[in-house]
């Protein structure tokens, strides 16, 4: 059932089409944090803002124009990547990276609610960079598939 919800998901050219915006993967990239730093200073108005912004993010920028092939840019390639991984394309260690990333996640969140500073900001820390070591794979995952797909039309 997961696995048919994902490929429905990866088939919606309207969210693709405008999430693969830079402008869409680079304004969530503070969203983990903020939300983390809402919990923690217990403003539950900047809580709900940042999870509205969450949800509305990746149809709230308008759609990208495409780029001359190999000219994208990379969080445009990582939008565009995270959707063949949902469409069911290998994405090898990106996998690893997200089931890492979880209890990381967790840790922040429980740090950021006992009110730890130190160990939210690592936690954050540390999260943050799996999610950009995710984004990065699918970016290669993106490259890899659509240069594949080039030397299949070129033979």
């Known amino acids: 059932m997961i696995s048919r919800l994902k490929r429905r998901f990866a088939d919606s050219e309207f969210f693709w089409n ?7 993967g680079w304004s969530r ?7 983390l730093y809402a919990i923690y200073v217990r403003k539950w108005r900047l809580f709900a803002a940042v999870v509205g912004f969450v949800l509305v993010n990746p149809i709230l920028f308008p759609e990208r124009d495409p ?11 990582g939008v565009r990547g995270e959707r063949l991984w949902l469409g069911g394309a290998d994405a090898g260690r990106a996998n690893l990276l997200n089931v890492v ?17 130190r160990a939210t900001a690592l936690a954050t820390a540390v999260t943050m960079g799996l999610k950009l070591a995710f ?13 594949e797909c080039d030397d299949r039309e070129a033979a």
């Open 101 to 117: 990333n979880v209890p990381v996640f967790f840790l922040a969140l429980r740090a950021a609610v006992r009110r730890k500073p």
């Open 18 to 24: 405008r999430h693969a915006n830079p402008a869409s």
């Open 135 to 147: 984004v990065n794979e699918m970016a290669k995952l993106y490259d890899r598939e659509t240069t």
């Open 67 to 77: 780029a001359p092939p190999g000219d994208e840019g990379w969080m445009t390639k």
């Open 29 to 35: 990239v503070l969203t983990g944090p903020l939300l």
